[in-house]
């Protein structure tokens, strides 16, 4: 049997066990779903240990566990492989907005709704039947390549203890490549790989002036306002081409070659489609760039709240004695986040008037971001073998979100290829999550393939 008709033939277990490990609700951030997160765990250990895997572990941290697994290669010279996932999800809130119980996997047509659905057991589970599916095709007894999956359980609360985890078993998990499967493609129809994810930091910033409102008839004018303080700040974050102003933000910063921009023209981009989603009448940001660069290329600044003063009904003429705002900053490969913190907090520095006391408080070390090498071998066996699978040309994306990619290319030393086949229609993060069985198929097929053309490409 070959790769395509073993997953077909195998599509109703390997959806039913999928159904069982979505049915349990491991939301790292809710404390009081510990107990469910270590219960993930322990399902996707036996259901590894089913699939074959003769090395299947638990790994606790300070926090919530992960999940290792590990197959040799019958070759010693094969390349090994790390596949990347969480099994931890996000909270349900609002939960009266779900059309079904989110943690009752419901099959609608071809989706499934699920909390987890597509972010990420969905494209966590489909590698188990994708090396099942390989092994069966070969005659193997081993997979082409040392299979190793690292499946994280805190990556939705902020991945605190998955660096120190990677440190502390960087032997275990030494690898020639990372395979991430935590992102999504451009379409059904237009199957993509991701080449890059952006990087994050954010700060609360507060403004001190006098111990009390004050007056505004009395004091106003004569005294500093944090509010208006607050304003010429945040202000002063972007110049007047939409370019992010803090001096040294940029350092570093590794511009997009023109081969991947020429990439991203080609994807079929409809910018008013995007602006019916994004809920706005224009698209704004750098000039110079695409709103594809901007989101995918670009440093950002983002304002994401202000406050101070008085906000209720009603007028109260005073000076606030405070402000405050939240602000994030989305970086590219080439900044580091503590070189970035270093800049925002001069920058706060220098603009704050006599008088007014600056706090800033950062949420934590920031994110750094990570990109793939486009000229690797990894990277062109990988989509060769989605394309194997999907029967047609495979694009590139980058994604402007952040993850815990950066640290796992660091501390590891392994290049990252990315294979997935979530969709941003999948609704992740929010009522009514779902995912397209038929991808996550197409998905297994391709992992499928994956091992035997990094095999070929370590030989080649």
Known sequence: MDVRGYIEAHRDEFLSSLKEWLAIPSISADPARAGDVRASARWLADHLTATGFPTVQVWETPGLPAVFAEWPAADPDAPTVLVYGHHDVQPVDPVEEWDTDPFTPTERGSSLLARGASDDKGQVLFHALGVRAALAASGADAPPVTLKLLVEGEEESGSVHFAELMRANRERLACDVAVISDTTMWAADTPSMCVGMRGLT??????????????????????????????????????????????????????????????????????????????????????????????????????????????????????????????????????????????????????????????????????????????????????????RAFGTRVLY???????????????????????????????????????????????????AYLWEELAAARRG
């Open 202 to 387: 954010d700060v609360e910033i507060s403004l001190h002036g006098p111990s009390r409102d004050l007056h505004s008839g009395s004091f106003g004018g004569a005294v500093p306002n944090p509010l208006r303080a607050m304003s010429d700040l945040l202000s002063g974050l972007h110049d007047a081409d939409g370019r992010v102003a803090v001096p040294g933000f940029h350092d570093g910063v590794v511009e997009a070659s023109e081969e991947e921009r020429a990439l991203i023209a080609q994807l079929p981009f409809d910018e008013r489609e995007w602006l019916e989603t994004a809920a706005s009448t224009a698209a704004a940001g750098e000039a110079g760039y695409s709103t594809l660069e901007r989101i995918w290329l670009r440093p950002t600044a983002e304002i994401n709240g202000m406050w101070g003063g008085h906000t209720g009904a009603g007028g109260k003429t005073i000076v606030p004695r405070s402000a405050h705002a939240k602000v994030s900053f989305r970086l590219v490969p080439g900044q580091e986040p503590a070189h970035v913190q270093e800049c925002v907090r001069a920058f706060v520095a220098d603009r704050v008037p006599e008088g007014l006391r600056a706090e800033l408080e950062f949420g934590g070390p920031g994110v750094r971001a990570c990109a793939s090498d486009l000229a690797s071998p990894e990277l062109r066996a990988a989509r060769t073998a989605m394309e």
């Open 397 to 447: 994306t980058r994604e402007g979100g952040s993850g815990p990619e950066a640290d796992i290319a660091d501390i590891l030393g392994a290049p990252l290829v990315f294979v997935a086949v979530g969709l941003d229609e999948d609704r992740i993060h929010a009522p009514n999550e779902k995912v397209e069985v038929p991808l996550l198929l197409k998905g297994a097929e391709s992992a």
